[in-house]
């Protein structure tokens, strides 16, 4: 009985080492970041002197070698892994209803070339329900659909990304989709129509609400018919997502990925996406080297390019690890996708709840604005996707909100550097630096590889299965 009670004595001395331990890094690396951070200035600068960051466009290929050498200053061994794309860029387009000239945007991967004159038809949400509504009647026309859920559609109803709706109107027989933007004061939001990044079927524009909730009223008292003559371009190019790595000093054969992705849109400068995410990981990438910072399992920090066109660098970044016969070694991804100032832990598996409570627990110690406030669910359409679509666990930071209403402007001419704040994005820093660091040192990652069958029933589980069907993405048959 004495030995047992030494024995968790023992433990319980050691678990309070370690607490403290970790208490004492969480102590260094937040008190660095107030100090020396340099994600806000370095997004500043990527704005004001490298533009957009368009995968495969020059300013793309700038951001690429701007973030290589950046984290080679900071001393370490860089790499680029690169990937082939179809570079997608827009040239010009004209809408025209009934007539009238409609300002509007070309959504990737449209046609290189569309001379195309129709009538439209209002889809509502563009979901399967709508099309069993009208049958037979969308082949041929423009499918008008609204990019959200609409108001007073009913409860419970979810969502489709649009390359899923695209899909959708193809699939059914219409000629080309027009979605109208929920953002008001006809704010044009870009983006890719397309689920693989290949050039789609049908052209993909969007429209401001005010002009589209106008013309889906005059839809109800008379036809409509709308012209599309749109140019873009398209050639198969190389982008690189940008890559540093750190052995772990005992599970050097476990791995966790922390990325977010380095592309964005080429209407503004990306700020906040993916400026946010992207700019705060090299600054948690900065901290580490900083501190000299040794964990024991192995990192590895990844800029993910071609995020926009297909979730293109994670895909490549998973293929070749499946290749070459290292994914295994993937214990977690974390996935840093227009967080600000976050509050908690997210994170894909209920198991990993404890652990991250504890590392939370901690965390909280030593800033107050944290909150310990963990979640768990899953979703799609950013950078942890193919990592979840393998059974790796994936997390972010959660709790935090967009800074000056930044949310309405994803994807737009808006989304530049004003929106950004500062605090916010320094605090995204600290929760992401504690976050990776807290399950490089835990003795255990709780969450597990999942096999096939367990991802089948995970994706089931959290209702991805309809909108991987419907993108083509569903490998496990029916």
């Known amino acids: 009985m004495k030995r047992i009670y030494l024995i968790c004595l023992l433990l319980s001395f050691q678990f309070a080492v370690a607490q403290e331990g970790l208490k004492t890094t969480f102590q260094r690396i937040y008190e660095d970041i107030n100090t020396n951070s340099e994600a806000y200035d370095r997004l ?14 020059e300013n793309g290929k700038k951001a690429e070698e701007y973030a290589y050498n950046l984290l080679k200053s900071y001393g370490y061994e860089v790499s680029y892994q690169p990937f082939t794309t179809e570079s997608w860029a827009r040239e010009s387009l004209e809408l025209s209803l009934n007539n009238k000239n409609v300002p509007s945007v070309s959504l990737a991967h449209s046609p290189v070339k569309v001379d195309l004159t129709a009538d439209l038809i209002d889809l509502g949400n563009g979901l399967e329900a709508d099309y069993e509504k009208v049958g037979e009647q969308v082949k041929g026309k423009i499918a008008l659909v609204y990019l959200h859920i609409l108001p007073n559609s009913g409860e419970n109803l979810k969502n489709l990304h649009r390359s899923e709706k695209t899909a959708l109107a193809s699939k059914n027989g219409a ?8 953002v008001k004061g006809n704010v044009l939001l870009t983006g890719t129509a397309s689920i693989t990044g290949k050039l789609i079927d049908i052209p993909a524009i969007c429209i401001g609400y005010e002009d589209g909730m106008k013309w889906k009223e005059t839809l109800e008292k008379e036809k409509v018919s709308a012209a599309i003559k749109m140019r873009n371009k398209s050639e198969l190019t190389t982008a690189r997502n940008v890559i540093v790595s750190i052995k772990g000093t005992e599970y050097p054969e476990e791995k966790i990925v922390i990325g977010g992705h380095l592309d964005s849109w080429d209407l503004a400068t990306g700020a906040i996406d993916n400026g946010l995410g992207s ?3 090299i600054d948690i990438a900065r901290v580490f080297k900083k501190l000299n910072l040794q964990p024991k399992r192995s990192v590895d920090f990844v800029l993910f390019m071609g995020e926009e066109q297909g979730l293109l660098g994670s895909k490549a970044y998973v293929n070749e690890a499946i290749e070459n016969g290292t994914l295994g070694q993937v214990r977690y991804m974390l996935n840093f996708d227009m967080v600000n100032a976050p509050t908690g832990f997210s994170t894909s598996r209920d198991e990993m709840k404890t652990l991250l409570d504890s590392i939370g627990a901690v965390y909280a110690e030593v800033d107050t604005d944290f909150k310990n406030q963990n979640s768990s ?21 959660t709790g935090g909100k967009l800074p000056n209403n930044a949310g309405q402007y994803y994807h737009s001419d808006n989304d530049v550097f004003k929106l950004v704040d500062k605090k916010g994005m320094e605090q995204t820093v600290k929760v992401g630096a504690a976050y990776l660091y807290g399950l490089t ?6 969450a597990k590889r999942f096999s096939d069958e367990e991802i089948v029933k995970f994706l089931e589980s959290k209702g991805l299965k309809e909108p991987l069907v419907i993108s083509g993405e569903w490998r496990w048959g029916k």
């Open 44 to 57: 500043k600068y990527s704005t004001e002197n490298l533009g957009h960051r368009l995968t495969g466009s």
């Open 279 to 281: 700019y705060a990981v």
């Open 441 to 446: 040192d835990a003795n255990e990652i709780p």
């Open 175 to 182: 000629k080309g989709i027009i979605f109208i933007n929920s």
């Open 377 to 397: 669910g899953a979703g799609l359409h950013s950078d942890h996707q193919p990592f979840m679509m393998q059974g790796i666990p994936s997390g972010s930071g």
